[in-house]
């Protein structure tokens, strides 16, 4: 005599455990999707901070590239720093030089220079470095005026040359000596 066997009950079993079975999957997946999803923002949020501090402290160099300044005002209009101005001194060009006597000191001169923006940006004042040589071209004598020292108290340093707007600087000197036969600007 063969046991009988209930088919049914089997089935009915197997049908439970695979059921259980199938939900233990979902719930290991939907966690398993969690934490994916977890470090999946995590790590987007650390690349963030790194873009953004990278950015903050190399916005000088930065800068430079046309391309990139609107993303350096975006981080910085949030950690309340600013983008310095562009800066191209090849685009800046003297339109006028002049040197003569000063008409109230002796042995002084006036020096006056009209130089503009031809960029299509504003850009920093430079440095001016002004040279006296004589007539063999040996220099005499040189002074690097930075903008504090030469711009006249109306225009404002730090809105930056404005592209096509002249700016006439006068400085008053010391006369270097009859010898000084030649000048010379430079931008720094």
Not at 15 to 22: D, E, I, K, L, N
Not at 25 to 32: D, G, K, R, V
Request: with cysteine; aromatic share 10%.
């Amino acid at each position: 005599d063969q046991p009988t066997l209930n088919i049914n009950i089997y089935q009915e079993e197997l049908s439970q455990r695979a059921a259980y079975y199938t939900e233990q999957n979902a719930i290991t997946s939907q966690s398993q999707n969690r934490h994916i999803i977890g470090w999946s923002l995590g790590i987007a949020l650390l690349l963030l901070v790194l873009i953004s501090q990278f950015s903050y402290f190399k916005r000088n160099d930065l800068s430079r590239h046309a391309a990139l300044r609107p993303w350096l005002e975006f981080i910085c209009n949030f950690s309340n720093c600013t983008v310095p101005l562009m800066r191209d001194r090849s685009r800046i060009k003297f339109i006028a030089r002049h040197v003569a006597d000063h008409p109230d000191a002796q042995d002084a001169l006036i020096v006056t220079l009209t130089m503009v923006n031809v960029a299509d940006f504003p850009q920093p004042y430079p440095d001016l470095k002004l040279g006296f040589s004589d007539i063999d071209n040996n220099s005499i004598a040189q002074r690097i005026f930075g903008p504090p020292q030469y711009l006249p108290a109306q225009i404002r340093e730090d809105q930056g040359m404005k592209p096509d707007v002249p700016v006439t600087v006068s400085l008053a000197l010391v006369d270097p000596g009859q010898n000084a036969v030649n000048f010379e600007f430079e931008l720094k």
